[in-house]
């Protein structure tokens, strides 16, 4: 199983950024996916997830009406739309997939190496 994450980089405060990320080697159709953040010194914190099928939503407040999760399950695709970035998104950005997938790290068993998202002021 492998999740490959793409698309980080260095924005301006105000830009957007768009995420993406493969899976390979399993049934992506059958898992929650999900994105988390990591900033230097802080714990791995939830971003957005989006459910198996039907594709219902799920975003943590300090990023709701900002950023949108989508995926493709043909494409077994991932993908996080960043709009209105601020500083504070500055962190490394993993894609994540479970069968239970909530908003803790736990809950997800495959994980991508990560992708750098900094934002400067």
């Known amino acids: 199983v492998q999740l490959v994450e793409s698309g980080g980089g260095l924005v301006q405060a105000g830009g957007s950024l768009r995420l993406s990320c493969e899976a390979s080697g399993f049934a992506g159709i059958g898992y929650v996916m999900g994105w988390f953040r990591q900033a230097p010194g802080k714990e791995r914190e939830f971003v957005a997830r989006?459910?198996?099928?039907?594709?219902?939503?799920f975003y943590a407040d300090s990023v709701k009406g900002r950023f949108t999760i989508s995926r493709d399950n043909a494409k077994n695709t991932l993908d996080l739309r960043m709009n209105s970035l601020k500083p504070d998104d500055t962190a490394v950005y993993y894609c994540a997939a479970g069968p239970f997938g909530a908003s803790s790290p736990g809950t997800y068993y495959y994980w991508g190496q990560g992708t750098q998202v900094t934002v400067s002021s």
């Open positions: 989006i459910s198996a099928i039907g594709g219902g939503t």
